[in-house]
C-alpha cells in the first residue's frame, strides 16, 4: 500500500518498486480472466449461496493466509479501487456472489490514477469509482477501512464508514483507536511468532504495512484477517 503523502528516501524506493510491479501486473493481466490472472482460490465447503469474493491491495495480500471467510482473493500490492471496478463488474454477472469485499487504503500509482496527485483529488476520484462501482454490481458489497499508518494518513481513511456494510478492519491492530508497533500477544501467539515479553510487533517499519516475523507470520494481518471474517460472518 502506498501513500501519497511525504515519504523518507526508502519508502519512495518502496513507492516506485510497487507502482512499476503493479503498472505490470495490469500489463500482464488486461487480457487474461479476472478468476485466472489475479485470484487465490480458497476451498470452502458447498452451499447454495454465491462465493465471497474479496479485493484488495497490498494489506489484503498480507492477510491472505489468514482470511477464512472468502472463496478468491484478488489482490495486488500499489493497486488501487479503479483498476478493479470492471473487474468486479465482470465477476458479479458471471460468479454471482453473496458479497464482494472491498479494501484498498488510497493508492495513486497506476496509470488510472495518473493526474490525481493531492488528496483532496484523490479521494474524489475513490468516491467517483466506489459510486461507479455500486451502479455496475447488484451484489451486496462490504467496504473495508484500513489502518491509520504511523507517519500520514492513508488517502482512503475514514472513506467508507458511511457506507452501509462498513467494517473497520484497520482498529484491530491500534490501540484504543492510535497508532502502535505493538499488541498483545493472543492466546496461541508464542516464541516462534514473534512474541516477546507478551507483546507481539503488528506494523512493519514503513509504518504502513503488517510485520512479518523471521517465521513468515503476520500477526498484523492475522488481526486484520480476523476482523474481515467477522464482519462477512454477519452478513449472514
Not at 493466509?65 to 454477472?93: E, H, N
Not at 500477544?185 to 503488517?210: K, Y
Amino acid at each position: 500500500a502506498v501513500s501519497v503523502f511525504p515519504m523518507k528516501r526508502g519508502l519512495i524506493v518502496l513507492a516506485l518498486v510497487g507502482a512499476l510491479a503493479a503498472t505490470a501486473w495490469l500489463a500482464s493481466s488486461s487480457s487474461s480472466s479476472t478468476s485466472s490472472s489475479s485470484s487465490q482460490s480458497r476451498p470452502t465447503a458447498s452451499r447454495s449461496r454465491g462465493p465471497v469474493l474479496i479485493y484488495g491491495d497490498s494489506l489484503i495480500e498480507q492477510a491472505s493466509p489468514y482470511l477464512q471467510s472468502t472463496d478468491q482473493i484478488r489482490a495486488f500490492g500499489g493497486t488501487a479501487l479503479c483498476d478493479w471496478v470492471d473487474k468486479m463488474a465482470t465477476a458479479a454477472s458471471a460468479e454471482q456472489p453473496s458479497a464482494l469485499v472491498v479494501e484498498f487504503v488510497g493508492n495513486n500509482v497506476t496509470p488510472c490514477m495518473q493526474g490525481y496527485q493531492t488528496p483532496e483529488q484523490i479521494r474524489a476520484k475513490y468516491e467517483a469509482d466506489m459510486a461507479r462501482l455500486k451502479q455496475l454490481v447488484d451484489s451486496p458489497i462490504l467496504w473495508v477501512g484500513p489502518p491509520a499508518f504511523r507517519d500520514r494518513a492513508p488517502a482512503a481513511l475514514g472513506l467508507y464508514s458511511s457506507e452501509p456494510r462498513f467494517v473497520d478492519a484497520g482498529e484491530a491492530v491500534l490501540a484504543d483507536g492510535a497508532y502502535t508497533d505493538t499488541l498483545p500477544c493472543l492466546p496461541d501467539e508464542g516464541w516462534m511468532q514473534g512474541c516477546v515479553n507478551g507483546l507481539i510487533r503488528v506494523r512493519a517499519p514503513d509504518g504502513a504495512h503488517f510485520a512479518t516475523s523471521g517465521s513468515g507470520y503476520s500477526a498484523g494481518g492475522r488481526r486484520f484477517a480476523d476482523a474481515i471474517d467477522e464482519a462477512v460472518a454477519d452478513l449472514g
